[in-house]
């Protein structure tokens, strides 16, 4: 079900590659943008397009505001010469699209420095993404004053700035967007590196006054012992299960896995209404679903009010279930932690259900003083975060200053879905990409103060049970929390072809 919803979402949000290029008046001012490849051969406007679609040919880019990324103007890119441009509206705005590095595709935040574009510019794209990636790479370290860097983080580092340094000096537009490039590569790993080895730094010192939650999801009960016992030996004292309740089944059926969750004591977080079944619920039967299990199990740790509620497909109205929802947990249940899991991708068909749009309009302050906890899904090869992971963090935390932030769903590539736009590893992308994707999200969404980790790998019935590999990834991150983190290997270059 989960795979069909995702795929009906994107099929109607995602703008085809074809409707990129659109006419613009001549006398509006614009930022226009040159393209090079990593060898430095000039990127035509239709190559340029091609690489943002990925392999699927989707395209992915959108205007948004420099600082708190809502989302401005879908698909604002035109053809210009041999580049590609976009107009500038009235205010500062930053450009997002989808671009490959040696980590895989990333999300790249084009924002002038942090001040956003506003007057005419022509730019050269893989050096001044370069530049904005070192600048916000700065600011993370900044906010991390007992960050100890690895060999391997200040090897790549170094190299960044030796890349830009040797950009800045060069002599033609060519050989500039080349050491962009390649300085852009150096970013990707070193930013991941220090989101990575920072997770366990802050966590580690911690454990007894902020317990992290190391979470994996329950769509299934299917061998639930099974499961859980998985989940235990995987994450130790720090398990968290999200169970996901099917459709029209009773609490009744879900009684004995809570029972022996308890037993083994791994904590629970219940999500009554999976985000493809909430369009069908009216407010009142929205309500009472969720009535219906809060009321039978007082012994559930955390309760998931809403599942990835500013997807499309869940349609309009999601705001007031949410309220509803959020205001009986919190009267029946005080004390218990209220869930509200979000979905992350920019471009949507519209900007209204774009994460930080969305939440500005349907969630009032009544609503958010009664969440406690703010998640969000995110699918790699749907909408790639990379680069952008830290500031979309740090900027749903200044969105819900008084709530803990997390990750609510997290899988990569996975076998039974048509999706599958962007990726990290073309040679092996189930395997390999898959466990370097957990190691380190489980490990980077815990080095905020503000943040519960979370993860909740939602195909964990399927993908970890038989793949002792991805088990080890996640074991250990946990290990890492409790003793010397082991030894960190020098990143794999995953290099995806930039010209295809």
């Not at 509006?28 to 430095?40: I, N």
């Not at 069908?280 to 012994?299: C, H, M, Q, S, W």
């Not at 740790?301 to 009986?328: C, F, H, P, Q, S």
């Not at 993860?455 to 964990?460: A, H, I, R």
């Amino acid at each position: 079900m989960r795979a069909l919803a995702l795929f009906l979402l994107l099929s109607l949000v995602i703008t085809p590659l074809t409707a990129l290029t659109l006419e613009q008046p001549a006398e509006a001012a614009s930022v226009t943008l040159r393209f090079f490849d990593r060898e430095g051969h000039p990127l035509t406007a239709a190559q340029a397009q091609s690489i943002m679609a990925g392999p699927k040919g989707w395209s992915s880019s959108a205007l948004v505001h420099p600082s708190t990324l809502q989302n401005l103007k879908e698909e604002p890119l035109f053809e210009s010469g041999n580049g590609l441009a976009f107009t500038l509206p009235s205010t500062p705005v930053a450009l997002i699209v989808n671009w490959p590095t040696v980590r895989g595709y990333s999300a790249l935040i084009l924002d002038n420095g942090g001040a956003g574009f506003q007057t005419a510019l022509d730019l050269n794209f893989t050096y001044q993404a370069a530049l904005d990636a070192k600048r916000k790479l700065d600011l993370s370290r900044s906010h991390r004053p007992d960050y100890a860097p690895s060999s391997t983080f200040n090897f790549h580092y170094l190299s960044a700035v030796s890349h830009l340094q040797a950009a800045a000096s060069a002599l033609d537009e060519a050989q500039k967007g080349k050491e962009g490039y390649l300085a852009l590569d150096d970013l990707a790993l070193a930013t991941d590196l220090l989101l990575k080895e920072y997770g366990i730094v802050y966590s580690r010192p911690r454990l007894t006054t902020r317990v992290p939650w190391i979470g994996f999801t329950l769509d299934t009960i299917d061998r639930y012992q099974n499961l859980l016992d998985l989940a235990k030996n995987i994450a130790g004292n720090y398990a968290w299960v999200r169970i996901v309740i099917d459709n029209g089944t009773s609490p009744s059926t879900y009684a004995s896995a809570l029972a022996y969750a308890k037993q083994l004591g791994v904590k629970v977080m219940l999500c009554p209404i999976d985000s493809y079944y909430a369009k069908g619920y009216t407010r009142e039967g929205y309500l009472n679903r969720i009535k219906l299990f809060v009321d039978a199990f007082p012994e559930v740790d955390a309760w998931e009010v809403a599942n990835e509620a500013n997807g499309r497909w869940l349609g309009t109205g999601m705001g007031d279930k949410i309220a509803d929802a959020a205001a009986y947990v919190r009267q029946k249940r005080p004390g218990v932690p209220t869930v509200l899991n979000l979905y992350w991708q920019i471009p949507t068909d519209s900007p209204n259900w774009s994460l930080f749009n969305w939440v500005r309009t349907n969630l009032p302050q009544t609503t958010r003083a009664n969440l406690d906890i703010i998640l969000f899904s995110t699918y790699m090869e749907d909408a790639p975060l990379g680069l952008a992971f830290d500031q979309v963090m740090e900027t749903l935390h200044t969105e819900f200053p008084q709530q803990r932030i997390g990750l609510g769903e997290l899988d990569y590539w996975s076998a039974d879905t048509s999706r599958n736009w962007w990726y990290i590893d073309s040679s092996n992308p189930s395997t390999t990409a898959r466990q370097g994707v957990a190691s380190q999200y489980y490990a980077a969404s815990l080095g905020y103060p503000f943040s519960i980790g979370g993860v909740f790998w939602w195909y964990f019935a399927s993908e970890m049970v038989s793949d002792i590999q991805l088990q080890a990834a996640v074991r250990a991150v946990v290990q890492s929390l409790e003793g010397p983190p082991p030894p960190l290997p020098v990143p794999r270059n995953l290099r995806i072809s930039s010209t295809n």
